[in-house]
């Protein structure tokens, strides 16, 4: 079994081992979880991108891409992930979950767990959430959790809505 990174009251967020890959894929293979994340990956590209995932949980074992499971059953719920926003030294939260957990208030439960590992568990001081414009429902997520809009940027053709939380006011 993986290190578990840090669990809630129904979840349980661990480092991906290999014999998540399977699960890996049909996450980054559903549109509907894509949408508003990156294009759809093939099997072949998930597993390039999976073997990148596991190296850099390897070097970086607080950070990462995380495998979600729910508590009571094991099975799969979805990735969560503490890595920096590309081409920055931020930090940044994010999740993907299955189409079958959605609405149950997973998203939630988990951030406001991870804002808590991560500012008691990690040197972060501050943390982003970066959401597309049209997704409003993971903006509400970031805004109950107590995010605050930072900022916007481009990314292609979709405009970004950056989210922060400073430790400070967290603790």
Known sequence: MAQI????ERLIVRHYTPADADNFFILNSDPDVMRYIRPVRSRADTDLFFAEVMRYSANNPSYGRMAVLDKKSGEFVGSFAIIPIEHTELMQLGYSLLPKYWGRGYATELVNQALIYVFTSTDIEEIFGVTESLNTASQHVLLKS???????????EKVLNRF???KQNFL
Do not use: I, R
């Open 5 to 8: 990174v840090f669990d809630t």
């Open 164 to 166: 922060h939380l400073l």
């Open 146 to 156: 107590g995010f605050t809009p930072h900022s916007t940027a481009m990314e292609g």
